[in-house]
């Protein structure tokens, strides 16, 4: 049984800091992309960041880029994404996502999905 649990996630003040985490298991996680979305009341799930298998390849989406920072730890099954400057309209829902192989920014490419974090950022 595949599990995706992010943590991580809170209240903090606009230009801050926050370090978000997703530990993987049921799954060998080195063989699979993994990405981080995101989900604003009312709005689509939208694409955030993702990160090849090794971790040698990274993309972010123009709203992010600069400020984020994705990456992963294959010896402990572990996605993060470090998010800098966090601005109000960066409150959300942020969730951890895995796919097969080759990363992808659409999340209907995604096969296992973890519960969700809620961001929020004042202003």
């Known amino acids: 049984q595949v599990q995706l649990v992010e943590s991580g996630g809170g209240l903090v003040q606009g230009g801050g800091s926050l370090r978000l985490s997703c530990a993987a298991s049921?799954?060998?996680?080195?063989?699979?992309?993994m990405g981080w979305f995101r989900q604003a009341p009312g709005k689509e799930r939208e694409f955030v960041a993702a990160i090849s298998l090794s971790g040698g390849s990274t993309f972010y989406a123009d709203s992010v880029k600069g400020r984020f920072i994705i990456s992963r730890n294959n010896a402990k099954d572990t996605v993060y994404l470090q998010m800098n400057s966090l601005l109000p309209e960066d409150t959300a829902v942020y969730y951890c996502?895995?796919?097969?192989?080759?990363?992808?920014?659409?999340?209907?490419?995604?096969?296992?999905w973890g519960q969700g974090t809620q961001v929020t950022v004042s202003s």
């Open positions: 049921g799954l060998t996680f080195s063989s699979y992309a």
């Open positions: 996502a895995a796919r097969y192989s080759r990363t992808s920014k659409a999340p209907a490419e995604y096969t296992y």
